[in-house]
Protein backbone atom coordinates (compact mmCIF):
# COMPACT_ATOMS: atom_id res chain seq x y z
CA UNK A 1 0.00 0.00 0.00
CA UNK A 2 2.54 2.29 0.82
CA UNK A 3 4.67 1.79 -1.90
CA UNK A 4 1.64 2.38 -4.38
CA UNK A 5 1.20 5.55 -2.56
CA UNK A 6 4.46 7.13 -2.48
CA UNK A 7 4.29 6.38 -6.69
CA UNK A 8 1.19 9.34 -7.05
CA UNK A 9 2.03 11.49 -4.16
CA UNK A 10 3.98 14.79 -4.76
CA UNK A 11 2.37 17.50 -3.08
CA UNK A 12 2.43 20.63 -5.08
CA UNK A 13 3.75 23.70 -2.74
CA UNK A 14 0.54 26.00 -2.51
CA UNK A 15 1.55 29.25 -2.67
CA UNK A 16 0.99 31.89 0.17
CA UNK A 17 -1.02 34.91 -2.07
CA UNK A 18 -3.18 31.62 -3.10
CA UNK A 19 -4.18 30.62 0.54
CA UNK A 20 -4.74 34.41 1.67
CA UNK A 21 -7.33 35.01 -1.28
CA UNK A 22 -8.91 31.85 -0.46
CA UNK A 23 -9.63 33.46 3.30
CA UNK A 24 -10.11 36.35 2.27
CA UNK A 25 -13.61 35.53 0.41
CA UNK A 26 -14.73 32.25 2.33
CA UNK A 27 -13.85 33.74 5.96
CA UNK A 28 -14.55 31.10 8.30
CA UNK A 29 -15.85 28.27 5.43
CA UNK A 30 -11.87 27.90 4.95
CA UNK A 31 -10.37 25.90 7.20
CA UNK A 32 -7.26 24.69 7.53
CA UNK A 33 -7.47 23.34 11.40
CA UNK A 34 -6.16 19.95 11.44
CA UNK A 35 -9.15 18.07 12.71
CA UNK A 36 -11.16 19.20 9.87
CA UNK A 37 -8.64 18.54 6.76
CA UNK A 38 -7.53 14.77 8.48
CA UNK A 39 -11.50 14.22 8.08
CA UNK A 40 -11.05 15.29 4.90
CA UNK A 41 -8.50 13.43 4.47
CA UNK A 42 -10.21 10.25 4.23
CA UNK A 43 -12.66 7.71 3.31
CA UNK A 44 -13.98 4.17 3.93
CA UNK A 45 -10.54 3.11 1.97
CA UNK A 46 -7.64 1.50 3.57
CA UNK A 47 -5.66 4.04 2.88
CA UNK A 48 -3.81 6.54 5.32
CA UNK A 49 -5.27 9.90 5.90
CA UNK A 50 -3.96 12.04 3.03
CA UNK A 51 -5.25 15.56 4.51
CA UNK A 52 -5.80 18.57 2.20
CA UNK A 53 -3.97 21.57 2.79
CA UNK A 54 -7.02 23.49 3.04
CA UNK A 55 -10.70 22.73 2.88
CA UNK A 56 -13.42 25.35 1.43
CA UNK A 57 -17.13 24.76 2.34
CA UNK A 58 -19.18 26.30 -0.62
CA UNK A 59 -22.69 27.43 -0.99
CA UNK A 60 -23.45 27.76 -4.53
CA UNK A 61 -22.24 27.28 -8.18
CA UNK A 62 -20.60 30.98 -7.99
CA UNK A 63 -18.62 29.40 -5.21
CA UNK A 64 -17.77 26.58 -6.41
CA UNK A 65 -16.93 28.59 -9.87
CA UNK A 66 -14.83 30.95 -7.96
CA UNK A 67 -12.23 28.11 -6.36
CA UNK A 68 -12.47 26.38 -9.92
CA UNK A 69 -10.48 29.33 -11.45
CA UNK A 70 -8.18 30.03 -8.21
CA UNK A 71 -7.14 26.80 -8.37
CA UNK A 72 -6.77 26.55 -11.93
CA UNK A 73 -4.46 29.89 -11.62
CA UNK A 74 -2.20 28.87 -9.40
CA UNK A 75 -2.11 25.06 -10.35
CA UNK A 76 -3.59 24.09 -6.90
CA UNK A 77 -4.97 20.66 -6.66
CA UNK A 78 -9.03 20.81 -5.84
CA UNK A 79 -11.29 17.57 -4.66
CA UNK A 80 -14.78 17.41 -4.72
CA UNK A 81 -16.28 15.93 -1.47
CA UNK A 82 -19.72 14.83 -0.97
CA UNK A 83 -20.31 12.30 1.89
CA UNK A 84 -16.41 10.77 2.03
CA UNK A 85 -18.23 6.92 2.06
CA UNK A 86 -16.06 6.26 -0.93
CA UNK A 87 -14.35 2.97 -0.53
CA UNK A 88 -11.43 3.15 -2.71
CA UNK A 89 -9.87 6.38 -2.00
CA UNK A 90 -11.19 8.97 -4.68
CA UNK A 91 -11.89 11.90 -2.35
CA UNK A 92 -7.97 11.47 -0.71
CA UNK A 93 -5.92 14.85 -1.21
CA UNK A 94 -3.03 12.10 -2.54
CA UNK A 95 -1.32 15.61 -3.82
CA UNK A 96 -2.43 18.22 -1.37
CA UNK A 97 -4.57 20.92 -2.22
CA UNK A 98 -7.77 22.23 -1.47
CA UNK A 99 -10.82 19.89 -0.84
CA UNK A 100 -14.41 21.14 -1.82
CA UNK A 101 -17.27 20.34 0.37
CA UNK A 102 -20.31 20.58 -1.09
CA UNK A 103 -22.34 19.24 2.12
CA UNK A 104 -24.17 22.52 2.24
CA UNK A 105 -25.19 22.45 -1.58
CA UNK A 106 -28.07 20.15 -0.73
CA UNK A 107 -31.59 21.89 -1.99
CA UNK A 108 -34.05 19.62 -4.35
CA UNK A 109 -34.15 22.31 -6.86
CA UNK A 110 -37.37 20.92 -8.65
CA UNK A 111 -39.36 17.63 -8.65
CA UNK A 112 -41.29 17.57 -12.26
CA UNK A 113 -43.52 14.70 -11.36
CA UNK A 114 -45.19 14.93 -14.83
CA UNK A 115 -41.88 14.16 -16.72
CA UNK A 116 -40.64 11.37 -13.56
CA UNK A 117 -37.81 13.78 -12.92
CA UNK A 118 -35.71 15.49 -10.20
CA UNK A 119 -33.26 18.42 -9.94
CA UNK A 120 -31.13 18.46 -7.04
CA UNK A 121 -27.95 20.23 -6.12
CA UNK A 122 -24.71 18.13 -4.97
CA UNK A 123 -24.86 17.37 -1.70
CA UNK A 124 -28.43 15.86 -1.10
CA UNK A 125 -28.68 12.56 0.31
CA UNK A 126 -30.72 9.75 -1.31
CA UNK A 127 -32.64 9.22 1.48
CA UNK A 128 -33.61 13.22 1.87
CA UNK A 129 -34.68 12.72 -2.16
CA UNK A 130 -37.11 10.00 -1.24
CA UNK A 131 -38.13 11.83 1.90
CA UNK A 132 -39.29 14.49 -0.39
CA UNK A 133 -41.08 12.06 -2.86
CA UNK A 134 -42.77 10.38 -0.13
CA UNK A 135 -46.25 11.94 -1.38
CA UNK A 136 -45.73 12.03 -4.35
CA UNK A 137 -45.98 8.28 -5.82
CA UNK A 138 -42.68 8.48 -6.66
CA UNK A 139 -39.05 7.33 -5.88
CA UNK A 140 -35.60 7.24 -6.81
CA UNK A 141 -34.62 3.72 -6.63
CA UNK A 142 -30.73 4.15 -6.57
CA UNK A 143 -29.59 2.46 -3.42
CA UNK A 144 -25.94 2.12 -3.23
CA UNK A 145 -26.24 1.38 0.62
CA UNK A 146 -24.94 3.82 2.45
CA UNK A 147 -26.75 7.16 2.71
CA UNK A 148 -24.16 8.67 -0.24
CA UNK A 149 -24.92 12.31 -1.37
CA UNK A 150 -26.09 12.23 -5.33
CA UNK A 151 -23.51 14.13 -6.80
CA UNK A 152 -21.01 11.84 -5.21
CA UNK A 153 -23.08 8.44 -6.29
CA UNK A 154 -23.12 10.13 -9.97
CA UNK A 155 -19.13 11.20 -9.94
CA UNK A 156 -18.36 7.11 -8.83
CA UNK A 157 -21.46 5.98 -11.16
CA UNK A 158 -23.04 4.35 -8.32
CA UNK A 159 -25.57 0.95 -8.16
CA UNK A 160 -26.43 -1.15 -5.32
CA UNK A 161 -29.33 -3.34 -4.40
CA UNK A 162 -31.68 -2.06 -6.75
CA UNK A 163 -29.29 -1.86 -10.14
CA UNK A 164 -30.82 -5.16 -11.46
CA UNK A 165 -34.04 -4.02 -12.26
CA UNK A 166 -33.29 -0.23 -12.21
CA UNK A 167 -30.14 0.26 -13.69
CA UNK A 168 -27.29 2.45 -12.19
CA UNK A 169 -26.32 6.02 -12.62
CA UNK A 170 -25.51 5.77 -15.90
CA UNK A 171 -28.99 4.68 -16.64
CA UNK A 172 -30.82 6.92 -14.55
CA UNK A 173 -28.78 10.71 -14.46
CA UNK A 174 -30.87 12.45 -16.91
CA UNK A 175 -28.71 15.55 -16.80
CA UNK A 176 -25.50 17.68 -14.94
CA UNK A 177 -24.47 21.40 -14.58
CA UNK A 178 -21.08 20.94 -14.28
CA UNK A 179 -18.62 23.57 -13.45
CA UNK A 180 -15.02 22.87 -15.54
CA UNK A 181 -11.09 23.04 -14.16
CA UNK A 182 -11.23 26.13 -15.95
CA UNK A 183 -14.58 27.63 -14.27
CA UNK A 184 -16.46 27.42 -16.71
CA UNK A 185 -20.65 26.33 -16.00
CA UNK A 186 -21.84 23.51 -18.41
CA UNK A 187 -25.09 21.88 -18.57
CA UNK A 188 -24.69 18.80 -20.53
CA UNK A 189 -28.40 18.13 -21.82
CA UNK A 190 -32.11 19.03 -20.72
CA UNK A 191 -34.62 17.26 -19.65
CA UNK A 192 -35.74 14.93 -23.12
CA UNK A 193 -36.29 11.33 -22.43
CA UNK A 194 -33.65 11.28 -25.25
CA UNK A 195 -31.67 13.20 -27.98
CA UNK A 196 -29.37 12.13 -30.90
CA UNK A 197 -27.83 16.25 -30.37
CA UNK A 198 -23.68 16.09 -30.19
CA UNK A 199 -21.43 14.11 -27.96
CA UNK A 200 -23.26 12.81 -24.87
CA UNK A 201 -21.29 14.70 -22.14
CA UNK A 202 -23.11 14.05 -19.63
CA UNK A 203 -22.00 10.17 -19.70
CA UNK A 204 -18.70 11.68 -19.88
CA UNK A 205 -18.91 13.00 -16.81
CA UNK A 206 -20.95 10.30 -14.67
CA UNK A 207 -17.94 8.07 -13.17
CA UNK A 208 -15.13 10.17 -13.81
CA UNK A 209 -14.94 10.80 -10.11
CA UNK A 210 -14.37 14.49 -10.04
CA UNK A 211 -11.23 14.48 -12.53
CA UNK A 212 -12.83 16.06 -15.49
CA UNK A 213 -15.45 18.67 -13.69
CA UNK A 214 -17.48 19.16 -10.36
CA UNK A 215 -21.20 17.94 -10.70
CA UNK A 216 -23.18 21.39 -9.27
CA UNK A 217 -26.65 20.19 -10.19
CA UNK A 218 -28.07 16.30 -11.29
CA UNK A 219 -31.33 15.63 -13.00
CA UNK A 220 -32.26 12.41 -12.31
CA UNK A 221 -34.92 9.93 -13.11
CA UNK A 222 -37.98 9.35 -10.68
CA UNK A 223 -40.29 5.90 -10.94
CA UNK A 224 -44.12 5.21 -10.08
CA UNK A 225 -43.54 3.60 -6.38
CA UNK A 226 -44.49 -0.02 -6.91
CA UNK A 227 -48.37 -1.20 -6.31
CA UNK A 228 -46.94 -3.86 -4.48
CA UNK A 229 -43.56 -5.29 -2.82
CA UNK A 230 -42.55 -8.49 -1.05
CA UNK A 231 -39.39 -10.15 -0.38
CA UNK A 232 -38.29 -13.33 0.61
CA UNK A 233 -34.92 -15.47 1.88
CA UNK A 234 -33.96 -18.70 1.02
CA UNK A 235 -30.91 -20.29 2.95
CA UNK A 236 -28.55 -22.90 0.82
CA UNK A 237 -25.55 -25.43 1.52
CA UNK A 238 -23.32 -24.32 -1.22
CA UNK A 239 -22.58 -20.93 -1.92
CA UNK A 240 -22.38 -22.72 -5.64
CA UNK A 241 -26.15 -23.55 -5.67
CA UNK A 242 -26.88 -19.77 -4.20
CA UNK A 243 -24.91 -18.44 -7.61
CA UNK A 244 -26.54 -20.83 -9.71
CA UNK A 245 -30.41 -20.02 -8.77
CA UNK A 246 -29.44 -16.21 -9.56
CA UNK A 247 -28.24 -17.07 -12.79
CA UNK A 248 -31.32 -18.94 -13.65
CA UNK A 249 -33.43 -16.30 -12.29
CA UNK A 250 -32.10 -13.54 -14.18
CA UNK A 251 -31.45 -15.80 -17.45
CA UNK A 252 -35.14 -16.79 -17.32
CA UNK A 253 -35.96 -12.99 -17.83
CA UNK A 254 -37.91 -12.78 -13.90
CA UNK A 255 -38.06 -9.11 -13.12
CA UNK A 256 -37.09 -9.24 -9.70
CA UNK A 257 -36.17 -6.12 -8.21
CA UNK A 258 -33.50 -6.93 -5.66
CA UNK A 259 -31.26 -10.03 -5.57
CA UNK A 260 -29.00 -10.14 -2.88
CA UNK A 261 -26.33 -12.93 -1.44
CA UNK A 262 -24.52 -12.95 1.72
CA UNK A 263 -22.00 -15.88 2.01
CA UNK A 264 -22.25 -17.90 5.92
CA UNK A 265 -19.66 -15.46 7.19
CA UNK A 266 -21.53 -12.52 5.93
CA UNK A 267 -25.02 -13.76 7.47
CA UNK A 268 -22.85 -14.45 10.88
CA UNK A 269 -21.82 -10.78 11.38
CA UNK A 270 -25.65 -9.53 10.39
CA UNK A 271 -26.68 -11.81 12.77
CA UNK A 272 -24.77 -10.50 15.64
CA UNK A 273 -24.40 -6.79 14.61
CA UNK A 274 -28.43 -6.43 13.86
CA UNK A 275 -29.76 -8.92 16.35
CA UNK A 276 -31.42 -11.68 13.65
CA UNK A 277 -31.75 -15.19 13.94
CA UNK A 278 -30.84 -16.40 10.31
CA UNK A 279 -29.14 -18.90 9.45
CA UNK A 280 -25.65 -18.78 9.37
CA UNK A 281 -25.35 -20.52 5.47
CA UNK A 282 -25.27 -18.99 2.57
CA UNK A 283 -28.48 -17.25 2.00
CA UNK A 284 -30.05 -15.48 -0.92
CA UNK A 285 -32.13 -12.24 -0.32
CA UNK A 286 -34.76 -11.19 -3.33
CA UNK A 287 -37.43 -7.82 -3.64
CA UNK A 288 -40.54 -8.35 -6.11
CA UNK A 289 -41.61 -5.19 -6.68
CA UNK A 290 -45.06 -4.93 -9.19
CA UNK A 291 -49.15 -5.94 -9.37
CA UNK A 292 -50.00 -7.83 -6.58
CA UNK A 293 -50.74 -10.74 -9.54
CA UNK A 294 -47.03 -9.98 -11.20
CA UNK A 295 -45.62 -10.15 -7.28
CA UNK A 296 -47.13 -13.89 -6.76
CA UNK A 297 -46.03 -14.80 -10.11
CA UNK A 298 -42.39 -13.35 -9.88
CA UNK A 299 -42.63 -15.15 -6.22
CA UNK A 300 -43.70 -18.38 -7.27
CA UNK A 301 -41.01 -18.99 -10.35
CA UNK A 302 -38.25 -18.24 -8.00
CA UNK A 303 -39.41 -20.53 -5.20
CA UNK A 304 -39.44 -23.08 -7.51
CA UNK A 305 -36.16 -22.18 -8.89
CA UNK A 306 -34.70 -22.52 -5.56
CA UNK A 307 -35.92 -25.50 -4.44
CA UNK A 308 -34.56 -26.99 -7.62
CA UNK A 309 -31.19 -25.55 -6.04
CA UNK A 310 -31.53 -27.08 -3.05
CA UNK A 311 -32.81 -23.57 -2.09
CA UNK A 312 -34.73 -24.27 2.34
CA UNK A 313 -36.53 -22.43 4.38
CA UNK A 314 -38.21 -19.97 1.77
CA UNK A 315 -39.56 -17.00 4.01
CA UNK A 316 -41.13 -14.15 3.36
CA UNK A 317 -41.34 -10.72 4.52
CA UNK A 318 -44.78 -9.12 3.03
CA UNK A 319 -45.12 -6.15 5.77
CA UNK A 320 -42.94 -2.71 5.30
CA UNK A 321 -41.45 -3.33 9.08
CA UNK A 322 -40.11 -6.34 7.77
CA UNK A 323 -38.64 -5.89 4.57
CA UNK A 324 -37.27 -2.41 6.34
CA UNK A 325 -35.51 -4.73 8.75
CA UNK A 326 -34.32 -7.22 6.42
CA UNK A 327 -32.58 -4.92 4.36
CA UNK A 328 -31.38 -2.44 6.67
CA UNK A 329 -29.30 -5.56 7.71
CA UNK A 330 -28.15 -5.89 4.85
CA UNK A 331 -27.21 -2.14 4.05
CA UNK A 332 -25.11 -2.58 7.61
CA UNK A 333 -23.52 -5.81 6.01
CA UNK A 334 -19.92 -3.73 5.51
CA UNK A 335 -19.98 -2.38 9.11
CA UNK A 336 -21.19 -5.77 10.81
CA UNK A 337 -18.43 -7.62 8.98
CA UNK A 338 -15.73 -4.68 10.20
CA UNK A 339 -17.15 -5.74 13.72
CA UNK A 340 -16.08 -9.59 13.25
CA UNK A 341 -12.33 -8.16 14.06
CA UNK A 342 -12.63 -5.16 16.40
CA UNK A 343 -10.41 -2.72 15.29
CA UNK A 344 -9.17 -4.12 11.90
CA UNK A 345 -8.44 -2.11 9.01
CA UNK A 346 -10.98 -3.19 5.95
CA UNK A 347 -9.80 -3.97 2.71
CA UNK A 348 -12.54 -4.38 0.31
CA UNK A 349 -13.05 -4.89 -3.63
CA UNK A 350 -15.61 -5.64 -5.84
CA UNK A 351 -15.33 -6.82 -9.67
CA UNK A 352 -18.58 -8.00 -11.92
CA UNK A 353 -18.96 -10.25 -14.81
CA UNK A 354 -21.31 -11.73 -16.94
CA UNK A 355 -24.18 -13.24 -15.48
CA UNK A 356 -22.56 -16.73 -16.63
CA UNK A 357 -19.83 -16.47 -15.25
CA UNK A 358 -20.53 -15.42 -12.01
CA UNK A 359 -20.82 -19.27 -10.00
CA UNK A 360 -17.10 -19.72 -11.44
CA UNK A 361 -16.12 -16.20 -10.10
CA UNK A 362 -17.68 -16.21 -6.56
CA UNK A 363 -16.60 -19.77 -5.69
CA UNK A 364 -12.71 -18.87 -7.28
CA UNK A 365 -12.85 -16.25 -4.55
CA UNK A 366 -14.03 -17.89 -1.93
CA UNK A 367 -11.50 -20.50 -2.21
CA UNK A 368 -8.84 -18.12 -2.03
CA UNK A 369 -10.53 -16.11 0.76
CA UNK A 370 -10.72 -19.81 2.94
CA UNK A 371 -7.16 -20.08 2.77
CA UNK A 372 -6.56 -16.04 4.55
CA UNK A 373 -5.00 -15.88 7.70
CA UNK A 374 -7.81 -13.04 8.55
CA UNK A 375 -11.08 -13.31 8.25
CA UNK A 376 -13.52 -11.75 5.00
CA UNK A 377 -17.00 -12.19 4.01
CA UNK A 378 -18.35 -11.98 0.13
CA UNK A 379 -21.69 -10.74 -0.50
CA UNK A 380 -23.26 -8.64 -3.55
CA UNK A 381 -26.02 -7.79 -5.85
CA UNK A 382 -25.76 -11.33 -7.41
CA UNK A 383 -28.27 -9.85 -9.90
CA UNK A 384 -26.49 -8.31 -12.25
CA UNK A 385 -22.91 -9.88 -11.70
CA UNK A 386 -21.62 -8.02 -9.34
CA UNK A 387 -20.24 -9.04 -5.98
CA UNK A 388 -17.85 -7.47 -3.08
CA UNK A 389 -15.10 -9.35 -1.04
CA UNK A 390 -14.74 -7.53 2.66
CA UNK A 391 -10.90 -8.58 4.13
CA UNK A 392 -10.25 -7.35 7.79
CA UNK A 393 -6.84 -6.92 8.24
CA UNK A 394 -4.66 -6.07 11.19
CA UNK A 395 -3.51 -2.34 10.55
CA UNK A 396 -0.06 -3.29 11.60
CA UNK A 397 0.81 -6.14 9.74
CA UNK A 398 2.23 -5.43 6.40
CA UNK A 399 2.21 -9.32 5.52
CA UNK A 400 -1.60 -9.15 5.61
CA UNK A 401 -2.15 -6.31 3.62
CA UNK A 402 0.39 -8.01 0.88
CA UNK A 403 -1.81 -11.28 1.58
CA UNK A 404 -5.18 -9.56 1.24
CA UNK A 405 -4.32 -7.33 -2.32
CA UNK A 406 -2.57 -10.42 -3.67
CA UNK A 407 -6.41 -12.12 -3.10
CA UNK A 408 -7.88 -8.63 -4.51
CA UNK A 409 -5.69 -8.93 -8.05
CA UNK A 410 -6.53 -12.62 -8.42
CA UNK A 411 -10.14 -11.81 -7.96
CA UNK A 412 -10.02 -8.95 -10.46
CA UNK A 413 -7.61 -10.47 -13.04
CA UNK A 414 -10.65 -13.31 -12.93
CA UNK A 415 -12.53 -10.99 -13.15
CA UNK A 416 -11.38 -9.42 -16.35
CA UNK A 417 -10.36 -12.85 -18.27
CA UNK A 418 -13.96 -13.73 -17.51
CA UNK A 419 -15.21 -10.56 -19.95
CA UNK A 420 -15.96 -8.45 -16.94
CA UNK A 421 -14.53 -5.53 -15.14
CA UNK A 422 -12.35 -4.48 -12.05
CA UNK A 423 -15.00 -2.79 -10.33
CA UNK A 424 -18.93 -2.91 -10.95
CA UNK A 425 -19.79 -0.02 -8.59
CA UNK A 426 -16.77 0.80 -5.80
CA UNK A 427 -15.03 3.09 -9.04
CA UNK A 428 -11.25 3.23 -9.47
CA UNK A 429 -9.88 5.99 -7.16
CA UNK A 430 -6.74 5.05 -5.92
CA UNK A 431 -7.24 1.44 -5.27
CA UNK A 432 -7.95 0.06 -8.62
CA UNK A 433 -5.78 2.27 -10.91
CA UNK A 434 -3.38 -0.61 -12.02
CA UNK A 435 -5.72 -2.61 -13.09
CA UNK A 436 -7.47 -0.13 -15.67
CA UNK A 437 -4.87 -0.68 -18.48
CA UNK A 438 -5.53 -4.84 -18.33
CA UNK A 439 -9.06 -4.02 -18.74
CA UNK A 440 -9.10 -1.83 -21.65
CA UNK A 441 -6.03 -1.82 -23.40
CA UNK A 442 -3.42 1.05 -23.83
CA UNK A 443 -4.97 2.94 -26.68
CA UNK A 444 -8.23 2.94 -24.71
CA UNK A 445 -6.44 4.35 -21.95
CA UNK A 446 -4.22 6.69 -23.99
CA UNK A 447 -7.75 7.82 -25.53
CA UNK A 448 -9.05 7.98 -21.90
CA UNK A 449 -5.69 10.64 -20.60
CA UNK A 450 -6.58 12.58 -24.09
CA UNK A 451 -10.09 13.44 -22.63
CA UNK A 452 -8.38 14.23 -18.92
CA UNK A 453 -5.80 16.20 -20.59
CA UNK A 454 -8.37 18.27 -22.46
CA UNK A 455 -10.95 19.08 -19.32
CA UNK A 456 -8.11 19.62 -17.63
CA UNK A 457 -4.89 20.63 -18.74
CA UNK A 458 -3.53 22.08 -15.71
CA UNK A 459 -4.25 18.77 -13.94
CA UNK A 460 -6.36 20.28 -10.81
CA UNK A 461 -9.11 18.33 -10.89
CA UNK A 462 -8.75 15.41 -8.28
CA UNK A 463 -5.28 14.26 -9.86
CA UNK A 464 -3.62 10.92 -9.08
CA UNK A 465 -6.98 9.28 -9.61
CA UNK A 466 -8.30 6.90 -12.44
CA UNK A 467 -5.57 8.14 -14.94
CA UNK A 468 -1.75 8.92 -14.40
CA UNK A 469 -1.27 11.93 -15.42
Known sequence: MNAHIESIQAPRAIPAVFMERLRERFGSRCSEAAAVREHHGRDESPYPVMPPDAVVFAESTEEVVFVA??????GVPL???????????HVLAAQG??????????????????????????????????????????????????DASIGGMTATRASGTNAVRYGTM?????????????????????????SSAGYDLTRVFVGSEGTLGIIVEVTVRLYPLPEAVSAAICNFSTLDDAVRCVIDT????????????????????????????????????????????????????VQELAREHG?????????PEDRNRLWSARHNAYFASVQLRPGCLASTTDVCVPISRLAENVTAAAEDL??????????????????????????????????????????????????????????????????????????????????????????????????AW
Open 250 to 301: VQMGVPVARVEFLDAASVRAVNQHSKLTLRETPLLAFEFHGSPEGVREQAEI
Open 170 to 194: RENVVSLTVVTADGRVVRTAGRARK
Open 311 to 319: GENFEWAER
Open 79 to 89: IPYGAGSSLEG
Open 97 to 146: GVVLNLQAMNRILSVDAGDLTATVQPGVLRRQLNEELRDTGLFFPIDPGA
Open 370 to 467: AKASFPSTILGHVGDGNFHVLMMLDPESKEEWEESEAINHRIVRRAIDADGTCTGEHGVGLHKMQFLTEEHGEDAIALMRSLKHAFDPNNILNPGKII
Open 69 to 74: RLCNEF
